[in-house]
């Protein structure tokens, strides 16, 4: 029995490699690769952040509190012009969608071996995070 599940699981990943999604996700990445602005700012967030770790891994006395708010500034302006490059948006719309079939499939495996009705994780969900007052995944 067991090789069948197996057997069924690769089916299944089989197939979500030919979902619209996950095609999506991977023109969207490839699109992504291929801007040289966005890769260009890419590199200059990783720089920015290499700076200021230095700068925060300096001793107390050695550290300089107004260069750590320039670069952080920095690195805030770096983050927002590269969220609102139109391949990183394209690419995030599309990780969102992959992730929530993804997620919908993990949520039927595991209602499953919790002995409940793995259909259930075909309804919309109303998570609000706070698995408190959900009965759904306990």
């Not at 394209?90 to 499939?105: E, H, P, R, S």
């Not at 071996?113 to 259909?119: E, F, W």
């Amino acid at each position: 029995m067991m090789e069948v599940l197996v057997e069924m699981a690769i089916d299944l990943a089989c197939q979500l490699q030919e979902d619209e999604r996950y095609l999506a996700l991977r023109k969207a990445q490839q699109d992504a690769d291929d801007d040289e602005t966005l890769q260009q700012l890419i590199g200059e967030f990783n720089i920015k952040r290499m700076a200021i770790n230095t700068e925060e891994t300096r001793e107390d006395g050695e550290r300089d509190a107004d260069k750590l708010r320039l670069l952080n500034q920095e690195l805030r302006d770096v983050y927002a012009s590269i969220m609102q490059n139109e391949h990183m948006i394209a690419y995030n719309d599309a990780k969102t969608a992959l992730d929530g079939l993804v997620g919908k499939i993990q949520a039927a495996i595991s209602l499953a071996v919790q002995g409940q009705d793995p259909r259930m994780a075909a309804q919309e969900s109303a998570c609000n995070g706070d698995c408190s007052a959900c009965g759904g995944c306990h």
